[in-house]
T-cell receptor, first 110, second 112 residues
Framework: EDQVTQSPEALRLQEGESSSLNCSYTVSGLRGLFWYRQDPGKGPEFLFTLYSAGEEKEKERLKATLTKKESFLHITAPKPEDSATYLCAVQGRGADGLTFGKGTHLIIQP | EPEVTQTPSHQVTQMGQEVILRCVPISNHLYFYWYRQILGQKVEFLVSFYNNEISEKSEIFDDQFSVERPDGSNFTLKIRSTKLEDSAMYFC??????????FGSGTRLTVV
């Protein structure tokens, strides 16, 4: 059974204070690892897909990296508008469905 | 930017009633999905739909649930005889190639 564990559950940072969110996973053949952002009462918003260990992707202040057992979402010099819950999900080979973690609730204080 | 549209945004129903949640996926997408998120819990996969049939379903998707693509644009989730524990946010998603879904904003279902 595919599993995703995210840490920390919650993180409070000052504006400009960089940090990293962790996603540990077990999957029967990784087809893709996904990062989403979710605002309260909204659906997940797609950020990145990573396919193989060593891969990195960047978008504005966010950078996602992948190893064989975990992924990190690095946030550089965050702003208050980066406050959200960040979700990690995996898709196993041959599967349609994504297995999500519980997410990291990130708060950026001005 | 293309969006997945879900209606209604909030639905209140009495226990035992049937509900239909509606979604309009992105027009050129071929794969369609339903997920749910019980308050404070993980987003959970329910079902995927491709080429006018169910492609994959989870253990949650039992005989109480059904999906349909009644025309070229809509995708629906029907829940028969709702229970209190069906209260959740239900998200529709679509994808062109079964990677990198686009999710809708969800329907909050409250069963009373």
């Amino acid at each position: 059974e595919d599993q995703v564990t995210q840490s920390p559950e919650a993180l409070r940072l000052q504006e400009g204070e960089s940090s990293s969110l962790n996603c540990s996973y077990t999957v029967s053949g990784l087809r893709g690892l996904f990062w989403y952002r979710q605002d309260p009462g909204k659906g997940p918003e797609f950020l990145f897909t990573l396919y193989s260990a060593g891969e990195e992707k960047e978008k504005e202040r966010l950078k996602a990296t992948l190893t064989k057992k975990e992924s990190f979402l690095h946030i550089t010099a965050p702003k208050p508008e980066d406050s959200a819950t960040y979700l990690c999900a995996v898709q196993g080979r041959g599967a349609d469905g994504l297995t999500f973690g519980k997410g990291t609730h990130l708060i950026i204080q001005p | 930017e293309p969006e997945v549209t879900q209606t209604p945004s909030h639905q209140v129903t009495q226990m035992g009633q049937e509900v239909i949640l509606r979604c309009v996926p992105i027009s050129n997408h071929l794969y369609f999905y339903w997920y749910r998120q019980i308050l404070g819990q993980k987003v959970e996969f329910l079902v995927s739909f491709y080429n006018n049939e169910i492609s994959e379903k989870s253990e949650i998707f039992d005989d109480q649930f059904s999906v349909e693509r009644p025309d070229g644009s809509n995708f629906t989730l029907k829940i028969r005889s709702t229970k209190l524990e069906d209260s959740a946010m239900y998200f529709c998603a679509s994808s062109f190639d079964n990677y990198g879904y686009t999710f809708g904003s969800g329907t909050r279902l409250t069963v009373v």
